[in-house]
T-cell receptor, first 113, second 114 residues
Framework: GNSVTQMEGPVTLSEEAFLTINCTYTATGYPSLFWYVQYPGEGLQLLLKATKADDKGSNKGFEATYRKETTSFHLEKGSVQVSDSAVYFCALKGGAAGNKLTFGGGTRVLVKP | SQTIHQWPATLVQPVGSPLSLECTVEGTSNPNLYWYRQAAGRGLQLLFYSVGIGQISSEVPQNLSASRPQDRQFILSSKKLLLSDSGFYLC?????????????FGPGTRLTVT
């Protein structure tokens, strides 16, 4: 079946540092890949997505590239702000799962001023 | 534009009491609807999803049930709450097929069972 593995947090950074959150997946076929962000006490927000190999999703300074050869979709941001402190979830849709998302366990990011 | 509502935002209930959480979506028709639970500090667990009125798929057998009485209304219920039902309950809706598929989440309901 489908699965998503994310690096465990928390990830603690200083403001303006470079952020990378690793995400690898297992799925049959060609899944769509997503990153969601969850701020404290809120629901998840769709941050970006990519639907085919070598696609790059981007939004709010975050980027992730769909790498089929390494089955990865790592999230990056060049210069984080305190407001980027949140939990980030990698997810995929595809294969036998139909219209359901498979989520990773989430990675908590804490940005200190 | 589409909007998803959940209520209540916060709920404290005693063990053994019933539960009803409601989710409604505006601005779209015939969405796929989902209920998730998020335990404290943990990831998301898909509880139920629905592709249409009266059509409910259960992902995890447990103390909860779901209903979809109207196209854009999704209800999560329990007859008798357990302590283990505490958590953050998220409703989501999805649009599109294939590469256009996107899932959007509501603000959540924080349930504490005492």
């Amino acid at each position: 079946g489908n699965s998503v593995t994310q690096m465990e947090g928390p990830v603690t950074l200083s403001e303006e540092a470079f952020l990378t959150i690793n995400c690898t997946y297992t799925a049959t076929g060609y899944p769509s890949l997503f990153w969601y962000v969850q701020y404290p006490g809120e629901g998840l927000q769709l941050l970006l997505k990519a639907t085919k190999a070598d696609d790059k999703g981007s939004n709010k300074g975050f980027e992730a590239t769909y790498r089929k050869e390494t089955t990865s979709f790592h999230l990056e941001k060049g210069s984080v702000q305190v407001s980027d402190s949140a939990v980030y979830f990698c997810a995929l849709k595809g294969g036998a799962a139909g219209n359901k998302l498979t989520f990773g366990g989430g990675t908590r990011v804490l940005v200190k001023p | 534009s589409q909007t998803i509502h959940q209520w209540p935002a916060t709920l404290v209930q005693p063990v053994g009491s019933p539960l009803s959480l409601e989710c409604t979506v505006e601005g779209t028709s015939n969405p796929n609807l989902y209920w998730y639970r998020q335990a404290a500090g943990r990831g998301l667990q898909l509880l139920f999803y629905s592709v249409g009125i009266g059509q409910i798929s259960s992902e995890v057998p447990q103390n909860l049930s779901a209903s979809r009485p109207q196209d854009r209304q999704f209800i999560l219920s329990s007859k008798k709450l357990l302590l283990s039902d505490s958590g953050f309950y998220l409703c989501a809706w999805a649009r599109g097929q294939g590469a256009d598929y996107e899932q959007y989440f509501g603000p959540g309901t924080r349930l504490t069972v005492t």
